[in-house]
């Protein structure tokens, strides 16, 4: 098993910028692959952005490319999701996930996180 637990979140003005951190418990962490998902109200959940183990390989759905940076800290069993250039659309409940590879579909990944929700005003 293993426990995830999003902070960072809240209400930020368009153009400005939040830090995501996901604390992970349970088995080792650096054994697997991270991803951030969120899900605005009533769209399905999407990818956001994905880390291999190592941290080595990122992803970046093509809506956050250039503006969010994904990055983990292994020895601290955390990742962290820095948030760029925001705008209103990216308000949603953003969710961590934990699998042992790295996939940007919702339902490959067995761990998740109870969400954040970030909120940007216009």
């Known amino acids: 098993q293993v426990q995830l637990v999003e902070s960072g979140g809240g209400l930020v003005q368009a153009g400005g910028s939040l830090r995501l951190s996901c604390a992970a418990s349970?088995?080792?962490?650096?054994?697997?692959?991270m991803g951030w998902f969120r899900q605005a109200p009533g769209k399905e959940r999407e990818f956001v952005a994905g880390i291999s183990w190592s941290g080595g390989n990122t992803y970046y759905g093509d809506s956050v490319k250039g503006r969010f940076s994904i990055s983990r800290h292994n020895a601290e069993n955390t990742v962290y999701l820095q948030m760029n250039s925001l705008t209103p659309e990216d308000t949603a409940v953003y969710y961590c996930a934990a699998e042992q590879s790295y996939s940007r579909y919702v339902y490959e990944y067995r761990y998740w996180g109870q969400g954040i929700p970030v909120t940007v005003s216009s």
């Open positions: 349970g088995r080792t962490f650096s054994s697997f692959a």
